[in-house]
């Protein structure tokens, strides 16, 4: 069987695989919105509605790579403060610059004659942007995705981070505990699923809903990302693809019995961790343009702002009055979308993300010092 240790030679290829998946989760999730920019685009949209299983894999990717950097992590007080610092100062930078800069992007949109305004100013509120601040909207509905476009899977990523290392820590325990884990919240997942049918709730909630966006839903996803990282390093990487697949293929058939398209926003989070860790495999055999781990690298930035590009896009196409068709436009929207905002992350990755991850780095190393501080060094770009 081949080896997948990261302790291999071959380290370096194994951190590109990682800024791969995460360049095509951000190329998912930016074909996701431009195809919902598009409404008439039939036959773009048959594919981009599927765009929206980037987020999983950022997911996924994010677990994966939280246990390459802290599979050693003890749990005790300083350690535990160190984590929170390195991650406070790799998200909250960006986040926080969005959160001004959509306030005035809503702003100055919102008064542009026949343009779709991009966010509501009436939805910067007090409470709401204060929960964002603190980062837990995605225990505050109101504020959980109404003040950065896509702002709630921050929240959710946020709220994993802080069950982090007490799950690593159930996992130096035993690996059991990580599949009682997902078994409990599986068994919740279904007893839901079945109390809803029984009591005429059938298909409450949706895939733009709170239920939807909430950690609860989407924790599923994170184990499986934790599950890859252990398999992966003990050579039994195709154990957990059979897992996983079985997994998948008994939450497809309960989706099924429970009413089809009506919970498939309870399924998808699951089954979309199943098709990223399969995914993971293919990508981690193949050779990739350099370009394609530039963009994984700034993948974060580009998940932040390209919102404001797609709007660009969609507003100089309307001015132009050029009728190109709708999946025509789409993709030509996607190719402006995608280059635009790879080259302005590239600035706000090299003045706003690495100098602060930096100083998060250096304030936690003075807290918490050991073999942690050396893995993140290597990955200093995770999300």
């Not at 240790?5 to 095509?24: E, G, M, T």
């Not at 409404?39 to 949209?45: E, G, S, T």
């Not at 709401?128 to 995705?145: A, D, I, K, Q, T």
């Not at 981070?161 to 884990?181: E, N, Q, V």
Request: aromatic residues 16%.
């Amino acid at each position: 069987m081949e080896n997948y240790s990261f302790s291999s030679a071959d380290r370096s290829h194994k951190l590109q695989f990682i800024d791969n998946l995460r360049a095509l989760a951000i190329l998912l999730v930016i074909f996701h919105h431009v195809g919902e920019a598009f409404p008439d685009a039939d036959y773009l949209r048959i594919i981009s509605k599927w765009g929206k299983l980037g987020v999983q894999l950022f997911f996924v990717m994010s677990a994966f790579t939280l246990c390459y950097t802290g599979s050693k992590l003890p749990l005790n007080r300083k350690a535990a403060v160190a984590f929170y610092i390195k991650r406070l100062f790799r998200i909250a930078p960006m986040y926080y610059l969005a959160i001004i800069g959509y306030y005035y992007v809503a702003k100055i949109t919102s008064n542009i004659a026949g343009a779709k305004s991009l966010g509501d100013i009436v939805s910067y509120t007090k409470w709401n942007v204060l929960s964002n601040v603190l980062f837990l909207h995605g225990l505050y509905p109101p504020g959980n995705n109404s003040i950065v476009p896509g702002g709630w899977s921050i929240g959710c990523e946020m709220l994993f981070y802080l069950l982090f290392p007490f799950l690593m820590h159930l996992t130096r325990i035993s690996k059991g505990y990580l599949l009682a884990i997902q078994a409990v919240f599986c068994f919740v997942l279904y007893a839901f699923l079945l109390a809803a049918k029984l009591n005429g709730h059938q298909g409450v909630g949706g895939e733009s809903s709170f239920a939807y966006y909430f950690l609860g839903n989407q924790m599923p996803t994170f184990l499986l990302g934790i599950a890859l990282f252990f398999f992966w390093r003990s050579n039994k990487f195709y154990n957990v693809l059979l897992f996983a697949s079985v997994a998948g293929v008994i939450a497809i058939a309960l989706f099924i019995y429970f009413g089809s398209s009506a919970w498939v926003w309870v399924i998808l989070p699951p089954v979309a961790g199943v098709l990223s860790c399969l995914l993971a495999k293919l990508v981690s055999k193949i050779h990739i343009n350099k370009i394609f781990t530039s963009i994984g690298q700034v993948s974060y930035s580009m998940y932040i702002f390209h919102f404001v590009f797609v709007w660009t896009a969609i507003e100089l196409l309307r001015r132009s009055g050029l009728n190109w068709g709708a999946n025509l436009s789409a993709i030509v929207t996607f190719c402006f979308v995608v280059v635009s905002s790879f080259l302005f992350s590239k600035i706000t990755y090299k003045l706003i993300e690495v100098p602060f991850v930096k100083i998060g780095r250096n304030l936690a190393n003075g807290i918490y010092s050991g073999k942690i501080r050396q893995r993140e060094m290597e990955i200093s770009g995770s999300k």
